[in-house]
């Protein structure tokens, strides 16, 4: 679910514009963290449900500031809350992948949404600071729908494919991209490389095990 709630936000503002756009993917975000937060802390039911009700109203706050009271500083902050909302949903969905005894089908799913979580979350800090440095982050003009224009540089930077028709303009931005690059690459070296090392079909399992009980007996 979580994996199919990231691709539909990217998708989203990748073919679409507008502020209902906007609104509607922080809205599958928060929804997104949600579901993280329940799975990770579910042994503290009631930590769980403070943190659900706190991410909900801080979410519903971002929007009302960026999308009805307008302002480039308003859409800075909601850019910034997406990137911190995401950056959370990272931890507690890696943190859920270590904490698993057995390598599942279910963590190879973690492990690419928290992949597809960092691009997304790379993006809203780049958007962020595009917003509030006064429209001004890329060596080249932007045109069209700037939340799309950010998450395909993020995605571009991530994997390391770097087509160039889009750069970053200040060390800042060169900075946090380079960032983006090598997290991408660690990511990828450490976690799921070793996930998929380490993945073991349930039937091939259960088949294991139904011989060892046959020589047993």
Do not use: C
């Amino acid at each position: 679910m979580l994996l199919l709630l990231l691709i539909t936000a990217y998708l989203l503002s990748a073919f679409f514009s507008g502020r209902w756009i906007n609104d509607l993917q922080l809205g599958l975000f928060t929804v997104a963290g949600l579901l993280a937060i329940r799975n990770s802390l579910w042994r503290r039911r009631r930590i769980a449900r403070l943190v659900i009700a706190a991410a909900f109203v801080v979410s519903l706050l971002i929007v009302v500031i960026a999308d009805h009271l307008g302002g480039l500083t308003g859409l800075g902050a909601a850019s910034a809350w997406t990137g911190v909302l995401l950056l959370l949903i990272v931890v507690a969905v890696v943190r859920q992948i270590l904490a698993a005894s057995l390598v599942t089908l279910q963590s190879i799913y973690g492990a690419i949404s928290a992949y597809l979580i960092i691009g997304l979350m790379f993006s809203a800090f780049y958007s962020a600071m595009y917003y509030l440095h006064d429209r001004t982050f890329f060596a080249q003009a932007v045109t069209g729908n700037v939340r799309s224009v950010f998450q395909y540089f993020s995605f571009t930077t991530l994997t390391t494919l770097g087509y160039g028709d889009f750069t970053a303009a200040s060390s800042g931005g060169r900075a946090v991209a380079m960032l983006e690059a090598m997290t991408g690459q660690i990511f990828l070296a450490t976690l799921v490389a070793k996930l998929v090392a380490s993945f073991r079909p349930a039937a091939a399992s259960g088949g294991a095990g139904g011989a060892g009980g046959t020589a047993e007996d």
